[in-house]
């Protein structure tokens, strides 16, 4: 069965430090990797993708993640926080073959000025 | 181009009343997806239509949930008759058809309360 694991419920950074948000994965084929980032009352962004490829994929508002297949891990980074990247981020899986997404329990992050 | 459109925002309504969520996708995407948060948890899915039929509904809880998309357009989810549980953040989702490695694009969401 497919799962995503994100150890941190929040990460607290300074503004202009670099941030990191952790994602762990479990699929049975390829994994299909997925960030998606919900600001206050809003719905869920996309903000980036690893299909096949290069291993750090870049995305929206100058965030990257690195793929790393023998640590099934695929984190998403950023060299300088800003106040308004607080959010909510999701990690999601989808399997080859499948469709649906299967999302990890959000990671809150707060960037102080 | 419009994005995914999700009504209402919010509802409140009592255990053991009906509420129907409404989600119009972007145009075109016949890939249209259920999702719901339930609070401090993850994001889980509910079921998938592909154009007007059913292609995948097993993350659906029980039947009292029944959804539906008639004419492969806009879908309907519908709770009846809802109980505390049921409460949480019901996000619907969008993407073109056979798009495997596409990305999928996500409404504002409907957080239900039952009280």
């Known amino acids: 069965a497919q799962s995503v694991a994100q150890p941190e419920d929040q990460v607290n950074v300074a503004e202009g430090n670099p941030l990191t948000v952790k994602c762990t994965y479990s699929v049975s084929g390829n994994p299909y990797l997925f960030w998606y980032v919900q600001y206050p009352n809003r719905g869920l962004q996309f903000l980036l993708k690893y299909i096949t490829g290069d291993n750090l994929v870049k995305g929206s508002y100058g965030f990257e993640a690195e793929f790393n297949k023998s640590q099934t891990s695929f984190h998403l980074k950023k060299p300088s926080a800003l106040v308004s990247d607080s959010a909510l981020y999701f990690c999601a899986v989808r399997d080859t073959g499948f469709q649906k997404l299967v999302f990890g329990t959000g990671t809150r992050l707060l960037v102080s000025p | 181009e419009a994005g995914v459109t999700q009504f209402p925002s919010h509802s409140v309504i009592e255990k053991g009343q009906t509420v129907t969520l409404r989600c119009d996708p972007i145009?075109?995407?016949?890939?249209l997806y259920w999702y719901r948060r339930v609070m401090g948890k993850e994001i889980k899915f509910l079921l998938h239509f592909v154009k007007e039929s059913k292609q995948d509904e097993s993350g659906m809880p029980n039947n009292r949930f029944l959804a539906e998309r008639t004419g492969g357009t806009y879908s309907t989810l519908k709770v009846q008759p809802a109980e505390l549980e049921d409460s949480g953040v019901y996000f619907c989702a969008s993407s073109p058809f056979g798009a495997g490695n596409t990305e999928a694009f996500f409404g504002q969401g409907t957080r239900l309360t039952v009280v």
């Open positions: 145009s075109g995407h016949d890939n």
